[in-house]
């Protein structure tokens, strides 16, 4: 089974094949840019299509619906390739391909008043060394900032000269200044005028060529605003990157030796969550809590920063919906944690303390059980307090 | 290859005169002239004729009228005009004698 597409040929409705129809209009844009040339190509080209339209005609009956690509090769070899065409047709002296063509002979630097934001210094230098003048302008912009690059800015727009002719645009990208790449070079210019507007051709040139200078200086802008924003995008990515292994780190890393008042602990922030303000259940909670609501933040920052850096938008649409409802979650969590937390801090009473160290141990309310911190394992201990406490009573 | 093109050229060279000719004779259709055209093989490829057309109205040499016709959309129906008919005296002239100078060329005796 086959797709089919529909296409109006002069005014009457034909169904074809996919491959025919991509062939035909293939064809249809070939010819068009062939006669593009000529007075009346318009005219020429609707009159093929009337032409095909009738051959088409023929091939169609009560049991063959369909145009199919076979049907295009027969037609296209009937009508002719524009090469067959033209070699028939009277009148045309321009050969097929200039003779000259890709002889480079003799290349000279001048400055592209084609290609210009400022002087065209970028654009001539970029034709005589067959680079893309977007890096010259990179290169001179980061000489800019070591002083001499001005200068010598200075220096090549005042010495080399500015390409005019047609003859010297065609040294400078060192084809061969003879006539028929000059009326070549002529024609690829007018074309590329007659695209937006194809009027008289003086004023025409002159509005086309401030719109064109205005492009180009728009470009130049937004090529500065991609660099700094991959500067900008790796400094954030960096940001991130380093405050969310540091988070990790506090969260799951191994205890800590901290010192404190000639007292020595072992501290990591479950255990410090755990013996001080929340239970021990809840301890998984309270991680996945503050994991969801600070780590996602961190983890939005480096992806950013990646987006800024490598130039890439996201291509799935949920995922911002989706981080946010992670982090609200998050959020909630903690809120909860944070409660449960207030309860049973309340429920503490202080048990014991311990003689040698003056700990505190708490006794937890779990379930009306009792429960303490083990004295005999000081490796359980995991206060941070240093404060000897009255006991009351 | 080379024989091919010489002969594209000969060809060349009257296409136009042909097309004047036939349609001083009668006015038609392109694909008329197609038809007639490809018979005695002065064309190749079909499309080369409609740039021909083209360029020989723009020139003044033809014109044409819209013709409807059944199950299809309207054509153009050409015909010569009497600038055209002038030219094609000129080319009838300058045939004639290019004919006979070609044969008093190339003859064997």
Not at chain 1, 78 to 86: C, D, H, V
Not at chain 1, 114 to 119: A, E, K, L, T, W
Not at chain 2, 28 to 37: C, D
Not at chain 2, 71 to 97: A, M, S
Request: some cysteine; charged content about 20%.
């Amino acid at each position: 089974m086959k797709k089919t597409l529909t296409a109006n040929i002069s005014g009457m409705v034909f169904y074809l094949d996919e491959d025919a129809y991509n062939k035909l209009g293939a064809y249809l844009s070939t010819l068009r840019r062939h006669f593009s040339k000529e007075e009346g190509s318009d005219e020429i080209v609707s009159g093929i299509e009337g032409r095909i339209a009738e051959m088409f005609d023929q091939k169609v009956s009560g049991q063959k619906e369909v145009i199919s690509i076979g049907d295009v090769d027969e037609i296209i070899r009937q009508l002719g390739e524009p090469a067959q065409i033209s070699q028939e047709e009277p009148g045309e002296r321009k050969p097929s391909e200039p003779e000259y063509a890709g002889q480079t002979v003799n290349k000279r630097l001048y400055r592209d008043p084609d290609d210009r934001y400022i002087g065209g210094v970028c654009g001539g230098m970029g034709a005589f060394f067959n680079i893309d003048p977007t890096w010259i302008r990179v290169a001179f912009l980061l000489a800019l900032f070591m002083s001499f690059g001005l200068l010598l800015y200075i220096i090549l727009w005042i010495v080399i000269p500015m390409a005019r002719t047609t003859a010297e645009k065609l040294e400078m990208r060192g084809e061969a200044p003879n006539l028929s790449n000059i009326e070549r070079s002529i024609r690829e210019e007018m074309e590329g005028v007659k695209g937006p507007a194809s009027t008289l051709e003086g004023e025409e040139t002159e509005k086309v060529y401030r719109k064109r200078v205005k492009s180009n200086a728009n470009e130049f802008f937004s090529v500065l605003f991609k660099i700094i924003a991959i500067i900008v995008g790796l400094v954030i990515l960096l940001v991130g990157l380093v405050l969310l292994v540091g988070f990790l780190f506090s969260l799951f890393g191994g205890p800590v030796n901290i010192t404190l008042d000639n007292r020595s602990f072992l501290f990591n922030i479950p255990s410090a969550l755990e013996t001080y303000f929340i239970s021990p259940r809840m301890v998984v909670f309270a991680t996945v809590a503050l994991l969801l609501s600070l780590g996602i933040p961190f983890l939005v920052l480096i992806y950013i920063g990646a987006m800024m850096a490598f130039q890439f938008k996201s291509s799935w649409r949920y995922l911002g919906p989706i981080t946010f409802i992670l982090w609200l979650t998050g959020l909630i969590l903690l809120f909860f944690v944070m409660i449960s937390g207030v309860r049973h801090y309340r429920a503490q009473k202080p048990f014991s303390v311990s003689p040698q160290s003056g700990f505190i141990k708490y006794a937890w309310n779990h379930k009306g059980i009792e429960t303490t911190t083990d004295d005999q394992n000081p490796e359980n201990i995991y206060l941070l307090s240093a404060s000897r406490p009255e006991i009351a009573g | 290859m080379n024989l091919e093109n010489t002969k594209a050229q000969m060809r060349k060279g009257v296409l136009e005169f042909c097309i004047l000719s036939l349609l001083a004779n009668k006015e038609a259709y392109a694909s008329e002239l197609i038809q007639t055209l490809k018979e005695s093989k002065l064309l190749v490829v079909e499309g080369t004729i409609y740039p021909l057309l083209t360029r020989l109205k723009n020139d003044g040499l033809l014109s044409y009228r819209w013709e409807e016709s059944t199950g299809g959309p309207p054509r153009k129906y050409y015909f010569v005009t009497p600038l055209g008919e002038k030219f094609l005296e000129e080319l009838r002239k300058t045939w004639n004698d290019l004919a006979e100078a070609v044969n008093f060329a190339t003859s064997s005796s």
